[in-house]
């Protein structure tokens, strides 16, 4: 089954952009995923196509439609969750990436202007997502960023599939560090372990150096990683705890 994306947008030339190079680009060639942009412009009724007008109790900037943007929404058939791309939205994290990846596609409404008439956001139960605390000029680049996330997490896109398990934020971690030929580089060499062969050690340290390098730079990261490490253990004890019950109750019977 091909996994749909549609994108309803003011610039529909944007795309396919980058996802059209590339990973995403072959797997769009194989047709593991399908890209379709909708023009918004094209839902204005009037001569002009005016998609925008100026917002109730002053202030600068002009605001989305709320006529022009809901036609745009009840014409499209793809699909899966309907998320509005917004700095006012949840911040985005792999664990939404790969719920996205496991449904049937996904349509995204790329913001423009001061934003998008809240009546929008409420009647069609938006999902809004942002990449982070910044502002773009619009939602298209965080549309290309989603979706190149969404696809290289498709089946047969990317050509080693074990590399994905091991990538930042799928256990809690940033990724480790990695080194490849030369041995020796500007006089900074490969730590000895990456070249020991013992892979028990090389994976340890690897562990090890996510976990630092996560501890140093998100903090945010590290104390869920641990609260969910400590969880874990907990939930371990309890099991053992509950056998060796079950097993001196079995005894004594």
């Given at each position: 089954m091909t996994w749909a994306a549609s994108v309803l947008t003011l610039f529909p030339d944007m795309f396919p952009g980058p996802l059209g190079l590339s990973l995403a680009g072959k797997a769009m060639e194989r047709g593991?995923?399908?890209?379709k942009t909708v023009d918004i412009r094209s839902f204005a009724t009037d001569a002009h196509?005016?998609?925008?007008d100026t917002p109730f109790g002053g202030g600068p900037g002009m605001v989305l439609k709320p006529d022009v943007v809901d036609a745009a929404l009840r014409a499209e058939t793809t699909p899966g969750p309907r998320i509005y791309l917004?700095?006012?939205?949840r911040v985005v994290d792999q664990r939404r990436i790969r719920e996205l990846v496991?449904?049937?596609g996904v349509v995204l409404l790329c913001g423009r202007f001061e934003g998008l008439d809240q009546r929008v956001i409420d009647e069609h139960a938006l999902?809004?997502?942002s990449l982070g605390d910044f502002v773009l000029s619009g939602g298209e680049p965080a549309?290309?960023?989603i979706l190149d996330a969404c696809v290289r997490l498709l089946p047969g896109t990317v050509g080693a599939p074990e590399t994905l398990v091991e990538e930042s934020f799928e256990a809690g971690l940033l990724e480790y560090p990695h080194y490849t030929r030369p041995q020796v580089w500007r006089e900074r060499a490969v730590p000895d372990v990456l070249l020991s062969g013992n892979h028990g050690k090389i994976k340890a340290w690897r562990r090890a150096a996510a976990e630092a390098a996560t501890k140093g730079r998100r903090p945010d990261l590290w104390d869920r990683y641990q609260a969910k490490s400590s969880a874990r253990q907990s939930d371990i004890g309890t099991e053992?705890?509950?056998g060796r019950l079950a097993g001196a109750i079995e005894e004594e019977v």
């Open positions: 593991r995923w399908s890209l196509r005016t998609v925008d917004s700095p006012r939205g496991e449904g049937p999902e809004e997502i549309a290309i960023t053992r705890a509950t």
